[in-house]
Structure formats: structure tokens, C-alpha cells
């Protein structure tokens, strides 16, 4: 399984500013296309997530690098992947790609933070790890290798 998900969207005419391109904001909204579609690739709804886990990912932190403009009618493809999974947050990137062209527009990232229905914190349900593995299993193998004392190996 390829570390991203690819979902495409065409770029409605009310996505644009006067001047025909993409109005910045909505490359945020690309994103959560790109989130929601990997998750659910992954084999994990997110409306589930929360009826069913009281389990809500909160965005706490997001970044676009604006490489290139999208116009109206572009097929832009929305390439996702998990970066980094802790115990309590999730750390998404991103990457919009003009279909035709094959150029790369934007990049990016957000950060969010597992919270229950009363957005208090609180750690990722195990139950959900598992599609999570790689990131997972890296970050525990480098707290156990900070945990260890110098000197050994």
C-alpha cells in the first residue's frame, strides 16, 4: 500500500477570485477533501470515528505552500498521506496537482489533535492505530531509543 491516497476534485467557478485563480482559502478545503478521502481508503470513516469513538480530529495547526495557480474547470489531483501519528495528534501532508500537466501547485500540512466531544484531548483509540502503522511504530522506536542511557546501542 502506497503511503498516499490520490482523490481529484475540478475546480468549481465560485473557487476562484476575479482574476480566475483559485482563491487561496480553498486549497485548505482541497485538503480536507484529501484527509477525508485517505482515511476512508484506509478503511477508517471518520464520521464512525467520531459517532462511535467520541474521537475528533481537530485542526490545531495548517500550512499551504502556494507553488503554482489552478484555474476554473482544472482537474486537480489531491495526493495525501499520514506524516507523523503521537498519542494524541495526527500530522497530515499534502500535495495539489494540476491532472493535465502533471505540475505541482501547492503543498502542505495540518496538524490536528484527537479531542472527545467536549475538545478535551485525549489519545488516539487504539482501535485506530493500526492504520496508522508505520508512523506509529517509528515514533515509539525513537522514544525508546531516546530512553535509552548514552553509551549503548
Do not use: W
Amino acid at each position: 500500500m502506497s503511503d498516499f491516497s490520490e482523490t481529484t476534485v475540478r475546480v468549481r467557478y465560485a473557487e476562484t477570485d476575479q482574476m480566475g485563480l483559485v482563491y487561496y482559502a480553498n486549497y485548505f478545503i482541497y485538503f480536507e477533501i484529501g484527509r477525508v478521502e485517505h482515511m476512508r481508503d484506509r478503511g477508517v470513516a471518520y464520521k464512525e470515528m467520531e459517532i462511535q469513538d467520541d474521537s475528533f480530529i481537530v485542526v490545531a495547526e495548517s500550512h499551504c505552500r502556494y507553488l503554482r495557480p489552478a484555474r476554473y474547470d482544472d482537474l486537480l489531483r489531491i495526493r495525501t498521506r499520514v506524516a507523523e501519528v503521537r498519542r494524541r495528534t495526527i500530522r497530515f501532508a499534502y500535495e495539489i496537482v494540476n491532472s493535465a500537466t502533471g505540475e505541482l501547485l501547492a503543498t502542505g500540512l495540518t496538524m490536528h489533535v484527537v479531542c472527545d466531544s467536549k475538545g478535551r484531548p485525549k489519545a488516539l483509540p487504539e482501535k485506530y492505530r493500526r492504520y496508522f502503522p508505520l508512523t506509529e511504530e517509528k515514533a515509539n522506536a525513537e522514544s525508546s531509543e531516546a530512553q535509552k542511557p548514552k553509551g549503548t546501542s
